[in-house]
């Protein structure tokens, strides 16, 4: 039976309700322009349903049962509470409804700025068609406008598929009990999120890294209370060893020295990245220029087809929520005629792993080999009272600057709720702060912002409390 | 150590290029600041250029004989400091290059990426190459706009970036005066008021005035604008210059006021130039006339009605002194005081501003030493008093303190011939140069 398909015409069609798709959507709802966004699974996309939002409710669940287990021991702020029980189905039930919320909330937000919504998958006809099937009812989009927001997938390795006993951070954040031996595959931000907080919750953890250090994109300095905390979780780290594959419940690897080992596990998580989706929505009907696997665009997220733009993880690293949420934005304006292109300094990056690690701008390497005669100092929790009283004095704040104008090109932080600090450090470095105007401004006392200060007078060469 | 690149200043209006005569400097030497590096010609001239910097030649643009065009390196040079070149930039060979970089300016290196999804502005200088720091590291942050390297990000709040955007203005273009160069809202402002113009001249406490303000050309300005635009339209003037001893007559001039009679004016030179205009009247009287050019007649007049042009606070203004033929020089002089006296308070009857056959204009102390006298339209002459300096003149043994004044005078030559001119001014000069001939009739 051939069913006759509904005609729909509009300004701007957003392809993807992921984080950069809705903002997209919003924002041109917000300009008044005729909008209309399709999405296949779900509203929110990855980061609302199956990524940055579920899994800081796991971190923090596991983070919260950690606790209750130091002070079921000899806690030294003289706390004492019994043995603690985690039903890990409750807390996934939990965590459930704040998706749910949230993404209920994205509905509501483009129905309220007169988004039509369909949902279904799309496809590409040409540059300004596209079919929609498999949702409510299917039809045809034509738009002036066309934003791909189609995001990205775990990268999944060929000798060891997703099924059974081997998973992704999606079905991680769904199991029904925190497995007894986990092995994590990959060393990224995503594994060690996940395998501490499943380490904290009484898993056996392993976890394989073909590189010679965990969190390789971040350097030494930031990684190592990680590490610390890694091996006092009695997490197993083998770096350097690559996975070979599995059967049933035993990971088989190469180690470091190239010996053949097997590791039991209940669950393998493999974390070995996430590829965009560039597949599966018809871009061979497109004449779309590539940048390797992601979509190419100029500083204006359009790619090399007219009225054609792209936003978010199909365009590209990093990979972050803010980065698609910001492109969006700006993509909207730009359709309804605004001037606007790329100009943002610095775009944070933040592990939420135990400790905490943040990124703003460039690390001192990076920025040595950007060409810049650099400054930098550590300011370390050690000496910063909040810290103190918090039980958490693992870390630090590191500022990186320009030697001859004192221009923040980057900070860094690791340590307990550093990713809080990220707003701080985003905004003086979107705004061309100087060491000198870190160091100038009142911080509140005691916080461990604080050390924000101190690190910036530090490279001044005149820090106070250290 | 640093270099700094001399390139072929504009040697003139509107000359693109010019042929290199003279190196002054080999490679290698050292030069001082001012010291000429290369003679160039063009068209008009030869022009020398000077170093504006002290530093040792590394670098010649090119061989004697060779056509440089306008702003293409001339010379480098090794000074001490950071230069102006950015390491990298500068080619490493220099003679066989030489007329290839003649011609064009130093190639640019290319961008190190066009990426922009870094999380951070890369600078485009090659990763493994040092940045040259133009600004001292000590600590203290300029205050005046900083400049920016090529291809480096302008740094300014997002609000100014998007208030940039909505204004369309690049902010690349914008001096940035905050820290670090940053681009402040108010450094916005002032890009936007300068009508995008380069406020180079900001943070210097120098600011462009761009205002424009509008004045109606009324009342006796607007006269003077006629008499003038009539005069233009109409007269072709001839003007002619010549020196007059004044020594003789300034004696006599001191002499006379010195002994003057109870109740006469002082003597100012001015009744002695209008006798001595009467005086060469009366054997030029075609000068002292009215032309009537739509007529096709000259009005010579019997008699010598001098108009005296005067600054007033209202204007210029041109009382006439009447029948300068029938006065003598105390009689002269005690109406040039009343005329000039009534035209600065405004009482001047319409009679006393009309009327005149011919004019004098001076300017006193502001005379100057030549000027061109726009002739009082519709007369045919007008005699310009320029200002009285004691200068060296030669007596054909020594030199000797002269008192010299000229006399700038104009003459429609439609009527009046340059040789008559010649003979009306020559005749002027040796009365005053011999003022008793002014007072002996002939």
């Not at chain 1, 006993?165 to 925190?178: F, H, K, M, Q, R």
């Not at chain 2, 009382?319 to 029938?326: D, I, K, L, S, T």
């Not at chain 2, 405004?346 to 501003?353: A, F, Q, V, Y």
Request: glycine fraction near 10%; aromatic fraction near 4%; include cysteine.
């Amino acid at each position: 039976m051939v069913r006759q398909m509904q005609d729909i015409s509009c300004k701007v069609l957003v392809i993807g309700a992921g984080p950069g798709g809705y903002i997209a959507a919003i924002r041109a709802g917000q300009l008044g322009l005729d909008c209309v966004i399709v999405e296949g699974a779900y509203y929110g996309g990855t980061c609302l349903n199956v990524g940055c939002i579920p899994s800081k409710a796991i971190i923090h669940a596991a983070d919260e049962f950690e606790k209750a287990m130091h002070f079921a021991g000899d806690s030294a702020i003289g706390v004492k509470a019994g043995k603690p029980e985690i039903d890990f189905s409750k807390t996934v039930a939990w965590k459930d409804g704040i998706v749910k919320r949230l993404t209920g909330g994205v509905s509501g937000l483009l129905k309220k700025n007169k988004v039509r919504a369909i949902t279904g998958w799309a496809t590409f006809v040409d540059g300004k068609t596209v079919d929609v099937k498999g949702g409510d009812e299917d039809c045809r989009i034509r738009a002036e406008n066309i934003i791909i927001a189609t995001g990205s997938a775990p990268v999944e390795l060929p000798f060891l598929p997703f099924g059974g006993n081997v998973i992704s951070s999606t079905e991680a954040l769904d199991l029904p009990a925190p497995p007894k031996k986990l092995a994590v595959i990959g060393a990224g931000y995503i594994g060690l999120e996940l395998g501490i907080a499943f380490a904290k919750m009484g898993s056996k953890v392993t976890v394989v890294e073909a590189l010679d250090k965990i969190l390789p994109l971040y350097d030494n300095e930031l990684t190592r209370p990680v590490e610390k905390k890694l091996k006092s979780l009695g997490v197993d780290v083998r770096l350097g060893a690559r996975a070979k594959g599995a059967s049933d419940k035993d990971l088989e690897i190469e180690t470091a020295d190239g010996k053949a080992e097997t590791i039991k596990a209940d669950k393998i998580l493999v974390t070995v990245g996430r590829a965009p989706k560039t597949e599966g929505w018809g871009r061979e009907n497109l004449v779309l220029d590539m940048d390797g696997r992601f979509i190419k665009i100029d500083d204006k997220c359009e790619t090399s087809m007219r009225g054609v733009y792209a936003i978010g993880d199909v365009t590209g690293e990093p990979m972050l929520a803010h980065r698609a949420m910001a492109q969006g934005e700006m993509v909207a304006e730009i359709i309804a005629g605004q001037n606007r292109n790329w100009d943002k300094r610095a775009i944070p990056a933040v592990c939420f792993t135990d400790p905490e690690v943040v990124s703003v701008g460039l690390a001192p390497e990076e920025a040595r080999s950007s060409g810049y005669d650099v400054k930098t100092q550590v300011f370390p929790f050690s000496a910063n009272g909040r810290a103190m009283s918090m039980e958490a004095e693992d870390g630090f704040i590191r500022i990186v600057a320009r030697a001859d104008n004192h221009l923040v090109l980057g900070v860094q932080a690791a340590g307990r709720g550093v990713s809080e600090l990220s707003t701080a450090f985003g905004l003086a470095i979107e705004m061309g702060a100087t060491l000198e105007d870190i160091a100038g401004t009142i911080h509140a006392h005691p916080t461990l912002g604080e050390s924000f200060q101190e690190a910036a007078l530090r490279t001044l060469g005149h820090a106070l409390h250290i | 150590m640093g270099e700094h690149v001399i390139k072929l200043p504009d040697v003139g209006e509107g000359v693109a290029e010019a042929e290199l005569v003279e190196w002054m400097i080999d490679i290698g030497a050292n030069v001082r600041e001012d010291q000429v590096l290369a003679a160039v010609m063009t068209d008009k001239a030869t022009v020398e250029i000077p170093s504006p910097v002290e530093g040792k030649v590394i670098w010649q643009g090119g061989k004697v004989g060779e056509i440089l065009s306008v702003g293409s390196p001339l010379i480098r040079l090794e000074v001490d400091g950071p230069g102006n070149v950015k390491p990298g930039e500068a080619p490493e060979t220099a003679k066989d290059e030489a007329p290839e970089a003649a011609k064009s300016p130093a190639p640019k290196e290319t961008k190190a990426t066009p990426a922009e999804e870094k999380p951070a502005p890369k600078p485009a200088v090659q990763a493994d190459k040092p940045k040259t720091n133009d600004r001292k590291t000590n600590g203290a942050l300029p205050l005046a706009a900083v400049p920016r390297d090529e291809g480096e990000k302008p740094l300014a709040s997002p609000a100014v970036r998007k208030r940039a955007a909505d204004a369309g203005v690049d902010l690349r273009r914008v001096p940035g005066t905050g820290p670090a160069g940053r681009i402040s809202h108010e450094d916005l402002d002032a890009f936007i008021a300068s009508d995008g113009e380069d406020s180079l001249a900001r943070g210097r406490g120098l600011a462009r005035n761009t205002a424009v303000t509008e004045v109606p050309v009324i009342g006796l300005r607007r006269k003077i604008a006629q008499q003038m635009e009539a005069a233009n339209a109409r007269i072709v003037p001839i003007t002619y210059v010549d020196e007059v001893d004044m020594t003789a007559l300034e004696d006599l001039r001191k002499q006379l006021n010195e002994t003057r009679a109870e109740g006469r004016p002082k003597l100012t030179i001015l009744p002695f130039l209008m006798r001595a205009m009467v005086k060469a009247i009366s054997e030029q009287p075609h000068l002292n006339a009215i032309y009537d050019d739509e007529a096709g007649v000259v009005h010579q007049h019997g008699g010598v009605h001098i108009g005296v042009a005067a600054q007033t606070p209202n204007g210029l203004m041109v009382p006439v002194v009447r029948h300068a033929e029938a006065r003598d020089i105390w009689d002269c002089a005690e109406e040039v005081g009343r005329l000039s006296g009534a035209a600065r308070d405004g009482k001047c009857s319409r009679d006393e501003l009309s009327g005149s056959t011919i004019t004098i204009t001076s300017l006193g102390a502001l005379g100057g030493i030549v000027t061109t006298p726009v002739i009082n339209h519709p007369e045919v002459a007008i005699v310009g008093v320029n200002k009285m300096q004691t200068l060296p003149r030669w007596n054909g043994s020594e030199f000797l303190p002269r008192k010299i004044m000229n006399l700038s005078s104009s003459f429609d030559h439609r009527v009046i011939d340059g040789w008559d001119a010649a003979v009306f001014v020559q005749r002027i000069k040796t009365l005053l140069e011999n003022p008793a001939m002014i007072f002996i009739e002939a």
